[in-house]
């Protein structure tokens, strides 16, 4: 009877975790506000922390950490004048804490399975919403195109997540090598679409690693497969590059609009590190270097926020936060380096945090999502190891 109350809970969490997560591409309110999918989520993540609570994991510390202090220093600033809805920022990581710790604990537990329909769903409604909404890719009536999102940069940085989700999902095993391709193609299609330079060359730089085949756990008996596949992959990725450059020096990219938005980079006044307001700290005390702005401090200084995902931590809460925040993402690709190499960490980490160059993402829910999935997989991989590595034996010595 126990077990039976265990398996309902089970179905239950899979099934709110895939919906939330095929929601993701869906934008019905204001940006900023809570969508559908951060209201399924939020049930989902409710239910998973009253079953197994937070997990005692340095990355939890560390983004717990940074909710409190920036909760606490954002309240100082409203105390001392700042507008109350400074404590936003405050929200959406606490928010991001709890979900990425609840997505964590159940995919640690039950894998991913149920969480690969969701992904499918929302690659398929992203494309569904961007083609329903016309676009043109030489033609620049029709403008960026932002499917069912509330702005180009949100389908942009979801286009990289969705990238390193299905690399992910087709690493262990549950996606065919041909749909993770086409997942892969799609991914890039919605940056192309979105014109966001920073998802274009994320997406850009990585898709090559990713679609090297993975080699599964006993499939290559034969060492010319062994061999051969990854002389195979180089060769493909050669010839594409060779391929897409001798277009490109011939011409026949010019009429493209993502060419001519990559082109313009140098040109375009909102490119540089200053204009997306990386150097706002330069402009406070320095008690506020090591303590932090704050989120209307910045808005002063800089007009926006500050658009990066280190930088905007470091300026809104000091050398303090970015310690804390750092913590969090170096935990995150030691931890993958070590489970599954360095290609698969690139693949997994390289799009979100090249993204987060020129674009904060601190606050994007499918981020949080891949950081949690892949590092439940990635301590699943770590702890079947261990049995492996305790009971090898070592050979015998003779003399």
């Not at 969508?35 to 239910?47: D, E, T």
């Not at 299609?189 to 997406?203: E, G, Q």
């Not at 950081?371 to 090898?392: L, N």
Request: aromatic share 16%; with cysteine.
């Amino acid at each position: 009877m126990k077990l039976l109350h265990f398996q309902r809970f089970e179905v239950l969490e899979g099934f709110l975790f895939a919906l939330g997560v095929a929601l993701l591409p869906i934008y019905v309110f204001k940006s900023g506000g809570v969508q559908p999918s951060h209201m399924v989520l939020a049930l989902f993540a409710l239910i998973a922390l009253c079953r197994w609570g937070l997990p005692s994991e340095v990355w939890v510390f560390c983004l717990a950490g940074v909710s409190f202090y920036s909760f606490f220093l954002e309240g100082f600033y409203v105390t001392t004048g700042a507008k109350a809805t400074s404590l936003m920022a405050s929200v959406f990581f606490f928010y991001n804490l709890f979900l990425a710790s609840a997505v964590y604990s159940f995919s640690r537990r039950y894998g991913l399975s149920a969480f690969t329909p969701g992904v499918f769903v929302a690659c398929a409604i992203a494309i569904v919403a961007v083609s329903v909404g016309g676009i043109s890719l030489q033609e620049a009536g029709q403008g960026r195109a932002t499917g069912a999102f509330n702005n180009p940069n949100q389908l942009g940085y979801f286009s990289v997540c969705m990238l390193s989700l299905t690399y992910l999902l087709y690493s262990q095993g549950h996606l065919k090598y041909l749909v993770a391709v086409g997942m892969f193609s799609v991914a890039v299609f919605l940056s192309v679409a979105s014109l966001s330079k920073a998802a274009m060359i994320a997406n850009f730089v990585v898709v090559f690693l990713a679609l090297k085949p993975v080699r599964k756990k006993r499939a290559f008996k034969s060492k010319l497969l062994t061999i051969g596949i990854p002389v195979f992959w180089l060769s493909v990725v050669f010839l594409g590059i060779i391929f897409i450059a001798t277009s490109y020096l011939q011409g026949s990219l010019d009429d493209y609009l993502f060419v001519k938005r990559l082109q313009g980079m140098s040109q375009e006044a909102d490119s540089s590190l200053a204009s997306r307001g990386y150097f706002a700290f330069l402009e406070g005390t320095t008690i506020q270097f090591f303590l932090g702005l704050g989120t209307e401090g910045v808005a002063d200084i800089v007009g926006h926020e500050v658009h990066s995902t280190l930088a905007s931590v470091l300026n809104n809460y000091g050398v303090i936060g970015f310690i804390l925040f750092s913590g969090v993402l170096v935990t995150w690709a030691l931890k993958l380096w070590r489970a599954v190499g360095f290609i698969p960490m690139a693949c997994l980490t390289g799009p979100a945090m090249l993204y987060g160059i020129t674009h904060n993402g601190t606050r994007f829910t499918a981020f949080w999502i891949l950081f949690a999935t892949s590092m439940a997989v990635a301590d699943r991989v770590i702890k079947e190891r261990k049995p492996r590595q305790r009971f090898r034996v070592s050979p015998l010595v003779t003399e």
